[in-house]
């Protein structure tokens, strides 16, 4: 005999205390500097940092990240069309993509356990860094697009808007060196194309984590309101430092928290 189906899951709303708010402010301060210099949504600093303080699960981490994400990004975005540093169409068709894959990896989500999604992690930063290694960025290139650049764009930000739903992250860190790689994009277009990526696509995978409830939603705003303080600053400076200076920051950024993570991940489990 069925049942009928029961009311929507709310979202968690976890108790924060001064010793734990304090700390969120800043996270969300140098994630909001990050995600206006690199592009990215700043994810790679929440997820391990909601982890490490709120002593909060993988996927709570990456669903909750997802709602801090959203307001740096969004002025980071707009702050990089004002400079002109934005390549629409790419966009436009990175965008696509990601809000499919958002919505996929957010079901996957339910079904990879915790220690498999720091491995994930963990492997996603490396493969950034190796990439980032053969970079050389030409701030002026516009290579166009045809129709295989146009699919192979929407591909990309198909497995963007995975990440995104799976590991709380913006997107970014995986958009920002192909595009300056694979598809020969100078790099504040290829940053400015990836901030206007993955609002839908963060958008779309907060939604459907939210109906999975998998979002704290105090913490989430705590670092997504301190993140519109530094946001622009970090767009600011991307336009100023040389576009090599910037793939050797990136490139360290990442292997910062790639090692914080593999910490995490190396730790034994709690016995119960």
Same mark, same amino acid.
């Given at each position: 005999? #069925?049942?009928?189906? %029961?009311?929507?899951?709310?979202?968690?709303?976890? %108790?924060?205390?001064?010793?734990?708010?304090?700390?969120?402010?800043?996270?969300?301060?140098? #994630?909001? !500097? !990050?995600?206006? @210099?690199?592009?990215?949504?700043?994810?790679?600093?929440?997820?391990?940092?909601?982890?490490?303080?709120?002593?909060?699960?993988?996927? @709570?981490?990456?669903?909750?990240?997802?709602?801090?994400?959203?307001?740096?990004?969004?002025?980071?975005?707009?702050?990089?069309?004002?400079?002109?540093?934005?390549?629409?169409?790419?966009?436009?068709?990175?965008?696509?993509?990601?809000?499919?894959?958002?919505? &996929?990896?957010?079901?996957?989500?339910?079904?990879?356990?915790?220690?498999? @999604?720091?491995?994930?992690?963990?492997?996603? $930063?490396?493969?950034?860094? &190796?990439?980032?290694?053969?970079?050389?960025?030409?701030?002026?290139?516009?290579?166009?697009?045809?129709?295989?650049?146009?699919?192979?764009?929407?591909?990309?930000?198909?497995?963007?808007?995975?990440?995104?739903?799976?590991?709380?992250?913006? %997107?970014?860190?995986?958009?920002?060196?192909?595009?300056?790689?694979?598809?020969?994009?100078?790099?504040?277009?290829?940053?400015?194309?990836?901030? $206007?990526?993955?609002?839908?696509?963060?958008?779309?995978?907060?939604?459907?984590?939210?109906?999975?409830?998998? =979002?704290?939603?105090?913490?989430?705003?705590? =670092?997504?309101? #301190?993140?519109?303080?530094?946001?622009?600053?970090?767009?600011?400076?991307?336009?100023?430092?040389?576009?090599?200076?910037?793939?050797?920051?990136?490139?360290? !950024?990442?292997?910062?928290?790639?090692?914080?993570?593999?910490?995490?991940?190396?730790?034994? #489990?709690?016995?119960?």
């Amino acid at each position: 005999m #069925s049942h009928p189906p %029961g009311p929507p899951a709310e979202p968690r709303v976890l %108790g924060l205390g001064r010793a734990q708010v304090l700390p969120l402010l800043g996270v969300g301060l140098v #994630s909001g !500097f !990050f995600a206006g @210099l690199f592009g990215i949504g700043g994810g790679l600093v929440i997820v391990p940092a909601l982890v490490v303080l709120l002593r909060i699960e993988q996927k @709570l981490a990456a669903g909750t990240s997802l709602l801090a994400i959203l307001p740096a990004a969004s002025i980071a975005a707009a702050s990089y069309a004002l400079e002109g540093s934005i390549d629409w169409p790419v966009a436009g068709l990175l965008a696509i993509g990601a809000i499919v894959g958002a919505q &996929v990896g957010a079901r996957l989500l339910q079904r990879i356990p915790r220690r498999a @999604l720091q491995w994930i992690f963990v492997g996603f $930063v490396t493969v950034m860094i &190796v990439q980032l290694m053969f970079v050389i960025p030409d701030r002026g290139a516009d290579p166009g697009i045809d129709v295989a650049r146009g699919v192979g764009l929407i591909v990309l930000g198909l497995v963007a808007g995975l990440l995104s739903a799976i590991l709380g992250i913006g %997107g970014g860190g995986v958009v920002v060196p192909v595009l300056m790689v694979w598809f020969g994009l100078g790099d504040l277009a290829a940053k400015g194309a990836s901030l $206007v990526m993955m609002l839908p696509g963060v958008i779309s995978g907060l939604v459907a984590n939210w109906r999975l409830k998998n =979002v704290a939603v105090r913490a989430g705003l705590v =670092v997504g309101a #301190s993140s519109l303080v530094s946001s622009p600053l970090g767009a600011w400076v991307a336009h100023l430092i040389p576009a090599q200076a910037g793939a050797w920051l990136f490139a360290a !950024f990442l292997a910062f928290i790639g090692v914080s993570m593999l910490r995490e991940a190396l730790r034994p #489990s709690p016995t119960v």
